[in-house]
């Protein structure tokens, strides 16, 4: 009887954490790499060098604000009202797109996605087309990643090595500016591959929104943007917007992506660790020595692009091709960025039993715009 009772137990913690682990797959990894690579260099005082606390404050404000925001339904109503002319689908799929392309900007890729992907599924389930859904979802996941590497604060990563480099704000965006075109150019030729019909969309102009608090979280939002341009100090605006939030909205402070920074910190002390085995150095020195552009490509394919940006800026003080790399790359493959994770699971949740066929769409799209993209840098801007 005690053995029945301690296996059931086990399972259920079994089950508790393969659910854990497909809910937060790229957490979980992050979580192992930082675990096995402890072991290897075992924690010491330069573990307290390993985390820019910077980039994580200025994450951290980012996100938090944007829930204020979404809580009061701001990005799904201005969105909701953007869309209502489009009136057929394929003016609407390109809408969609150049709202959650320009929305990533700011907002950052994954709450552009987490924000504008259930208005696309409303917008297009109502064609009972699972296969138009897909492309919808895919576009707005290539156009989230691609998006938002224009700004620093547009991809986490971004936010890392903007801070890593110290890069002035002119010179970031310019390095960036000619893939972020060519992206947005090919994002709305793939959007005339979607059959053009009616649709209906119902209007949101009787919801409104409460102006004492729009007008407040948009002066937030103004101060972390400050706040990541390095105009105003980190400390000073990360307690003003606690304190703010902590007043007119608890719920944003519950709402972050606590698994976001959580990543970000495993990732940094994987990223540390790796910089510290000399065997691990001369192999990334190497191949960054070779091609550092398609290194940091080919990394994002097989370990992300946070992780990628964290652990390659440990082996180069040559900035460009990683930060290109590193937004480029993180289209691809579905594990390439966090975002594409979101999308796919987002897409599952109304569309199960149908992930291999979403895959194989996912990954037409996704690696055509990446040999596009990396062969136009290699050509071009390097």
């Known amino acids: 009887m005690e053995d029945t009772i301690k296996t059931n137990i086990l399972l259920r913690v079994l ?28 924690p010491d005082k330069t573990y307290l060098g390993y985390v820019d606390l910077k980039t994580m404050c200025c994450l951290f404000g980012t996100l938090a604000v944007v829930c204020a925001l979404k809580n009061i339904r701001f990005f799904a109503i201005l969105a909701s009202r953007i869309i209502l002319i489009a009136g057929n689908s394929r003016t609407a799929a390109v809408t969609l797109v150049f709202i959650t392309f320009f929305g990533s900007m700011l907002i950052a890729n994954d709450m552009a996605l987490i924000t504008f992907l259930p208005l696309g599924y409303y917008v297009f389930s109502t064609s009972d087309d699972r296969k138009e859904v897909a492309v919808v979802f895919i576009l707005q996941n290539i156009a989230a990643n691609l998006g938002g590497m224009l700004t620093p604060f547009g991809n986490p990563q971004n936010l890392y090595l903007y801070s890593k480099y110290s890069i002035p704000t002119g010179e970031f965006m310019n390095i960036l500016a000619a893939p972020f075109a060519l992206a947005l150019v090919m994002i709305i030729g793939c959007c005339f591959l979607i059959p053009k019909h009616s649709m209906k969309i119902i209007d949101t102009k009787d919801t409104h929104l409460p102006v004492d608090r729009t007008i407040i979280y948009l002066v ?61 150095k001369g192999f990334f020195s190497n191949l960054l020595a070779w091609n550092p552009l398609v290194t940091s490509v080919f990394s994002c394919q097989v370990i992300s692009n946070v ?44 569309y199960p039993g149908y992930a291999k066929e979403y895959i194989l769409r996912f990954s037409a799209y996704n690696f055509s715009f990446v040999i596009i993209l990396t062969i136009f840098a290699l050509i071009f801007l390097l």
């Not at 790229?26 to 072991?39: F, H, N, P, R, Y």
């Not at 460009?320 to 699971?345: D, E, M, Q």
Request: proline share 3%; with cysteine; charged share 10%.
């Open 15 to 42: 089950l508790k954490v393969r659910a854990f682990i497909r809910k937060n797959t790229v957490l979980s990894i992050a979580i192992v790499a930082a675990v096995v690579t402890s072991l290897i260099v075992p």
């Open 220 to 280: 937030l939002f103004s101060l972390t943007i400050l706040m990541v341009f390095r105009i105003l100090p980190y400390w000073i605006t990360i307690v003003i917007v606690v304190i703010s939030l902590l007043i007119l909205d608890r719920k944003a402070l519950r709402m972050v992506d606590y698994s976001l920074l959580l990543t970000f910190v495993c990732f940094f002390i994987f990223a540390g660790n790796m910089g510290r085995i000399e065997a691990v």
């Open 307 to 350: 992780p990628s940006a964290i652990l390659l800026s440990q082996f180069t003080e040559v900035y460009k091709p990683i930060l290109l790399g590193v937004n480029i790359g993180g289209a691809g493959t579905l594990i390439a960025s966090l975002a594409s994770l979101i999308t796919f699971g987002e897409y599952n949740k109304h």
